[in-house]
């Protein structure tokens, strides 16, 4: 299989992927506090990811980081620790998570304004026109409307927008170290910075281990498909293709959200939030083809 095939197959992967991450962790989270959910959520991560290697004979890899890279892992871990730590929050706050897939569609849009205050690349008109669409998508999906409740801006939608700058970053340093680094090594970094804080919180707030059943199903299902299978597949995904090009497949799983929330929680967002969504993908889009552009001139 040629690699660029690879890259966009690995792609949709974490797209499918991440999408049931949004309906598992939601039910999961109507059930229990954000700190249990953390400690059997990156648990489980860390233990299909160990079985993975282990069957693939690969666990020796672990052994072979750099040295000079340590410091990489350790900043990235904590990037994507807030960064996730803020995503939960808001899955738990915001009443529909499909709404929280389409805000998160501001990663890629803050990946693209990075490239152009640290590497000094130039926008076009058509990457301008994105950037104001997937302004205005999220304006549309944040809004909250006189009555609903205080304030204008819907509830949860804040630790979005805190945790795409911070995804960003990590997004951004991990591209530059996934030539030196494997992308299990990346994941089980970021599992295991997850998991120590977790248990952390647990011990000092005392709060107990135990759980509902149903709420731990959720977790197990979940955890296969996000702390394993989507970090993984996201990793490897942009081994193999631009950074630019993987945002604009993942961008999409907001849709795949829609329908899992429909289907799982009977929840019907708001047409203008329907719309918001649009907009942000489409937002994404011309963001990816203003960067494909540069790169032909």
Same mark, same amino acid.
């Given at each position: 299989?040629?690699?660029?095939?690879?890259?966009?197959?690995?792609?949709?992967?974490?797209?499918?992927?991440?999408?049931?991450?949004?309906?598992?962790?939601?039910?999961? *989270?109507?059930?229990?506090? !954000?700190?249990?959910?953390? /400690?059997?959520?990156?648990? %489980? +991560? #860390? &233990?299909?990811? $160990?079985?993975?290697?282990?069957?693939?004979?690969?666990?020796?890899?672990?052994?072979?980081?750099?040295?000079?890279?340590?410091?990489?892992?350790?900043?990235?871990?904590?990037?994507?620790?807030?960064?996730?730590?803020?995503?939960?929050?808001?899955?738990?706050?915001?009443?529909?998570?499909?709404?929280?897939?389409?805000?998160?569609?501001?990663?890629?849009?803050?990946?693209?304004? *990075?490239?152009?205050?640290? !590497?000094?690349?130039?926008? /076009?008109?058509?990457?301008? %026109? +994105? #950037? &104001?669409?997937? $302004?205005?998508?999220?304006?549309?999906?944040?809004?909250?409307?006189?009555?609903?409740?205080?304030?204008?801006?819907?509830?949860?939608?804040?630790?979005?927008?805190?945790?795409?700058?911070?995804?960003?970053?990590?997004?951004?340093?991990?591209?530059?170290?996934?030539?030196?680094?494997?992308?299990?090594?990346?994941?089980?970094?970021?599992?295991?910075?997850?998991?120590?804080?977790?248990?952390?919180?647990?011990?000092?707030?005392?709060?107990?281990?135990?759980?509902?059943?149903?709420?731990?199903?959720?977790?197990?299902?979940?955890?296969?498909?996000?702390?394993?299978?989507?970090?993984?597949?996201?990793?490897?995904?942009?081994?193999?293709?631009?950074?630019?090009?993987?945002?604009?497949?993942?961008?999409?799983?907001?849709?795949?959200?829609?329908?899992?929330?429909?289907?799982?929680?009977?929840?019907?967002?708001?047409?203008?939030?329907?719309?918001?969504?649009?907009?942000?993908?489409?937002?994404?889009?011309?963001?990816?083809?203003?960067?494909?552009?540069?790169?032909?001139?």
């Amino acid at each position: 299989m040629k690699e660029r095939t690879k890259g966009y197959l690995l792609a949709v992967v974490a797209t499918l992927a991440m999408a049931n991450v949004y309906i598992f962790s939601k039910a999961a *989270l109507n059930e229990i506090h !954000l700190i249990q959910f953390g /400690v059997y959520w990156y648990l %489980l +991560g #860390i &233990v299909w990811l $160990l079985i993975y290697l282990i069957l693939r004979g690969q666990l020796g890899m672990l052994k072979e980081i750099p040295r000079n890279q340590w410091g990489q892992l350790a900043l990235i871990g904590l990037l994507e620790l807030g960064g996730t730590v803020f995503f939960f929050l808001a899955i738990q706050k915001m009443e529909n998570p499909a709404m929280v897939s389409f805000l998160g569609n501001l990663t890629p849009l803050l990946i693209t304004l *990075l490239g152009v205050m640290l !590497l000094h690349e130039r926008y /076009v008109p058509i990457e301008i %026109l +994105g #950037i &104001v669409l997937t $302004l205005g998508g999220a304006f549309l999906i944040s809004y909250q409307r006189p009555g609903e409740g205080s304030g204008w801006l819907r509830e949860g939608a804040e630790w979005v927008f805190l945790s795409s700058v911070l995804y960003a970053v990590a997004f951004v340093m991990a591209k530059h170290s996934i030539a030196r680094l494997n992308p299990f090594v990346l994941t089980l970094n970021r599992l295991v910075y997850l998991w120590a804080f977790s248990v952390g919180a647990l011990l000092i707030t005392g709060m107990s281990m135990v759980i509902p059943g149903k709420a731990f199903l959720n977790i197990v299902l979940g955890s296969f498909l996000g702390p394993f299978l989507t970090a993984l597949t996201n990793y490897s995904a942009i081994r193999y293709l631009e950074a630019s090009r993987t945002s604009i497949i993942t961008s999409s799983k907001g849709f795949f959200v829609l329908a899992g929330a429909f289907l799982y929680f009977g929840m019907v967002p708001a047409s203008w939030q329907i719309w918001g969504g649009v907009l942000t993908v489409t937002g994404v889009i011309l963001i990816t083809l203003g960067k494909q552009m540069l790169k032909k001139r």
